[in-house]
């Protein structure tokens, strides 16, 4: 710099100056009564605002804190200097789905959390950038929905259609092979079309995107079961050179308490179920039923919100430790309690009580006072004396998952199981039996969106790998 010259302030040196952008939300007056998703895209300006707080780090955490190494610095920067198709290309880089990743992922426990501003302050709103990013690739011919040439005559079975299944049948199309992927439901999307709330992703937002994979060649099969309507040994015959198996895995932990039986006592996953928008009936009428959610995680913070979205008069929390140690994320807690749930804090079942006809109508719970740190760093809640009982007419188990076998493990015997009960994967991600691989939860157990998309990618690239050796 010449002498005298004045020094020019970029992005870079004023990101302190700036404070972090929040997306607008719809008011939880208005939400609460539709399953219409609440927060909405931010503009280019706020985009830039928001992305142009990034310092650009050397050592960048944000990537390492991403479950699927997302490259969100470099999108940043771009985003910051208005580049937003070029953004929208590396976002795409990483992702099958990213404008999904945007709205679902907990970026306060990911990347958001790897962002050096937030030993300083806010961290940069990753997340809300993403989805302005993405929105803005649909609006601008951002997104290629042009089709893949097929270069490998070598056709490829995906069997379950959630992410991991689907990330894996895109990422093998984009390498030019021929994908059919299977269903036994009668959509395609798993856990994203059918349990997880409208209000926390779009179902249109979902089914734009499948139709960008149809567009690109992938072929959807619904309706068609793996086990019962035919086998993996027939598709082999059919023509298909690999299969993959995405085909989750979910079993509800139980809660053994009295009473547990008794009628309108669910579980969280049949429950969300059979109360989404997707659902042509709601199965479970919840108007001016009083409803109590057993957990604290984030599926019981879709529980309680889809109770009071179909009208229910009361919706109560029942959390075993303390607000500090709750498994739910902040923002989802948030939304909960904006939207009029309760909670009650250090407080367990002891026994559900039911009227004559066998239906719930309370629940009895008993304090709890919580351990010293435990060699898990975790408080252990033990009863407490003091007992209470609150009044039900529905109760939401919402208290984690067991690992088991997924279903379609029953009809292959030659499918190895690992140790805990799924199946069981080498190095490349392929089963026991030849040409078979896994990902997702059926391998992993019950996780989040982000581990499912990486496990798709790799078994993709494992699986082009096979295919590959066998040309
Ligand atoms: C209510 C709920 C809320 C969630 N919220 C979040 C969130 O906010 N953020 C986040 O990161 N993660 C969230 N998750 C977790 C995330 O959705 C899962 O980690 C992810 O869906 C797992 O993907 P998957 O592809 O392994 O399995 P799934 O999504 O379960 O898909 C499996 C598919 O396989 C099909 N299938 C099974 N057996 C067969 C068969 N024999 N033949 C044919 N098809 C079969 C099923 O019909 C299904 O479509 C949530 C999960 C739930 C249930």
Redesign the pocket.
Known sequence: MSKGAKPTTTWKDIWWQQDRVTAPQRPASERVHDFREIEQTVDDEAARREAARCIDCADPQCVEACPIGNHVKDWLVLVAEGKFLEAAAVCQATSSFPEI?A????QERQCERGCVLGAHGEPVAIGLVERFINEYAFDHGGVDVQPVPVRFNQPVAV?????????CADQLNQRGYPVTV????AQ??????????GF??DKDILKRRIAVFEKRGILFRCG??????TTIAQMFQEGFQAVFL?????KPRELDVEGRHLENVFQ??PF?AETQAVAEVHAIPLRDRKVVVVGCG??AM??LRTSLRLGASSVTCIYRRDSSAMPA?KR?FANAQAEGARFFWMARPTRFLGDEQGRVRGVECERTRLTDINESKRRDPTPNSLSFVVEADVVVLAIGFEVTP???TA?EASLRLSEEGTIAVDQDGMTSIAGVFA??????R????????R??REAAAAIDRYLTAKR
């Not at 995405?246 to 979910?250: A, K, N, P, Y």
Request: a negative charge.
């Open positions: 990743h709205r679902l992922c907990a069997i379950g259609s959630g992410p991991a299944g689907l990330t299977f269903d036994a439901a395609p999307g798993g856990s994203l079309m059918f349990r997880i709330p926390k992703l068609v079961q793996i086990g019962k309507d995405g085909t989750g895995s979910q969280a996953l969300l984030d599926m879709d529980c994320t989802e997924p279903p379609v009809t990902a997702g939860e059926a391998v992993t019950a996780g989040i969106l982000g581990n499912a998309v496990g798709g």
